[in-house]
């Protein structure tokens, strides 16, 4: 099994900085895309940054320029920097990824989900 741990969200004004970080651990072979999303009360659950395992980036155009997504690829973990935060940027952030798990000749590839981590920012 795969567990995804995230941490760093809170309450910040507008204008402020968050950094969240989401750490995989368990039988991991390999993790392929990590991404962040986030779901504001009564909205859909939206893609807000993804990072492939060679390091290509997608972001959601609401948080370019913004936001910025890293990884750790030996320690399994990745980052979401928020900056300039936005009143709209309210949500809960949860951390996603595809893991490969088993040995080399038995892989089985799952998509896992953090707990999720609620940022706030107020006006």
């Known amino acids: 099994q795969v567990q995804l741990v995230e941490s760093g969200g809170g309450l910040v004004q507008v204008g402020g900085s968050l950094r969240l970080s989401c750490a995989a651990s368990?039988?991991?072979?390999?993790?392929?895309?990590m991404g962040w999303y986030r779901q504001a009360p009564g909205k859909q659950r939206e893609l807000v940054a993804a990072?492939?395992?060679?390091?290509?980036?997608n972001y959601a155009d609401s948080v370019k320029g913004r936001f910025t997504i890293s990884r750790d690829s030996a320690k399994n973990t990745v980052d979401l920097q928020m900056n300039s935060l936005k009143p709209e940027d309210t949500a809960v952030y949860s951390c996603?990824?595809?893991?490969?798990?088993?040995?080399?000749?038995?892989?089985?590839?799952?998509?896992?989900w953090g707990q999720g981590t609620q940022v706030t920012v107020s006006s």
């Open positions: 990072i492939t395992s060679g390091g290509r980036t």
């Open positions: 996603n990824a595809d893991v490969d798990t088993g040995t080399g000749w038995a892989l089985e590839r799952g998509n896992y």
């Open positions: 368990g039988s991991i072979f390999s993790i392929n895309t």
